[in-house]
């Protein structure tokens, strides 16, 4: 059974840091793209950063210039760097593991960790 386990969640203060960290029990560098979602209370799911299998990624305008997501293929661990946190990015964050192979979507999630900014 695939499980993907985040990490590194907690309390910040705006402008800290916190480095969030998924490690997966698949292979991740076997064609799956990585991303980061997170959920505020009240609002909906919304993806903030992805990498794909050759390293490009993508981000959120919201987080762009302050998070940064990378892999480690070896390790099976996908990371979120969270620079200068704003109160608004309080919220739970996911992991997520997407491909498509053989004819069919793979999609696995992990159960999440809660991120609070707030001085």
């Known amino acids: 059974q695939v499980q993907l386990v985040e990490s590194g969640g907690g309390l910040v203060p705006p402008g800290g840091s916190l480095r969030l960290s998924c490690t997966a029990s698949?292979?991740?560098?076997?064609?799956?793209?990585m991303m980061w979602y997170r959920r505020a209370p009240g609002k909906q799911r919304e993806l903030v950063a992805s990498?794909?299998?050759?390293?490009?990624?993508n981000y959120a305008d919201s987080v762009k210039g302050r998070f940064t997501i990378s892999k480690d293929n070896y390790k099976n661990m996908v990371y979120l760097q969270m620079n200068s946190p704003k109160p608004e990015d309080t919220a739970v964050y996911y992991c997520?593991?997407?491909?498509?192979?053989?004819?069919?979507?793979?999609?696995?999630w992990g159960q999440g960790t809660q991120v609070t900014v707030s001085s």
């Open positions: 997520n593991a997407d491909r498509f192979w053989l004819g069919r979507p793979y999609s696995y």
């Open positions: 698949l292979n991740i560098g076997n064609g799956y793209v």
């Open positions: 990498i794909s299998n050759d390293g490009s990624t």
